[in-house]
Nanobody, 127 residues
Framework: QVQLVESGGGLVQAGGSLRLSCAAS????????MGWFRQAPGKEREFVVA????????SYADSVKGRFTISRDNAKNTVYLQMNSLKPEDTAVYYC????????????????????WGQGTQVTVSS
C-alpha cells in the first residue's frame, strides 16, 4: 500500500501561484510514477500532469503547459506541483496519484493505471 497526502491548496486570485505537495509513505517511492489529476464541480476528473519514477520524463495537459511544473524529491518521498498564472478555470480538487513504474513512459493521462490516490486538496482561483 502507498499512502498519499496532499497539501498546499487554498484560495488565490487569478494570476497568482500555489505550490501543492504530495507526501507518500508505505512503499518505495521511487518505484512509482506520480500524477496529478483534478476535478471541478460538476465535471469529470481530468489529467493534469505526471512525472516518471526517476523524474526524467514528464507529461502535461495542454491546458496547463507553460504554467504548471511538476517535480519530485525521491529522498523526501514527495512530489510537487508548482502552479503559476492561475486562472478561475483551474478551480478544482487536486488529487495526487501513484502508479507502478512498470507503466513508465506510457499513457500518463490514463487514471485507471494509477493504483493509489490521495484524498485531494481544494484549489480555488477567484477572478
Amino acid at each position: 500500500q502507498v499512502q498519499l497526502v496532499e497539501s498546499g491548496g487554498g484560495l488565490v486570485q487569478a494570476g497568482g501561484s500555489l505550490r501543492l505537495s504530495c507526501a507518500a509513505s508505505g512503499r518505495t517511492f521511487s518505484n512509482y510514477d506520480m500524477g496529478w489529476f483534478r476535478q471541478a464541480p460538476g465535471k469529470e476528473r481530468e489529467f493534469v500532469v505526471a512525472i516518471s519514477w526517476s523524474g526524467g520524463s514528464t507529461s502535461y495537459a495542454d491546458s496547463v503547459k507553460g504554467r504548471f511544473t511538476i517535480s519530485r524529491d525521491n529522498a523526501k518521498n514527495t512530489v510537487y506541483l508548482q502552479m503559476n498564472s492561475l486562472k478561475p478555470e483551474d478551480t478544482a480538487v487536486y488529487y495526487c496519484a501513484a502508479r507502478p513504474k512498470a507503466y513508465s513512459g506510457t499513457y500518463y493521462h490514463e487514471e485507471t493505471l494509477y493504483a493509489y490516490w490521495g484524498q485531494g486538496t481544494q484549489v480555488t482561483v477567484s477572478s
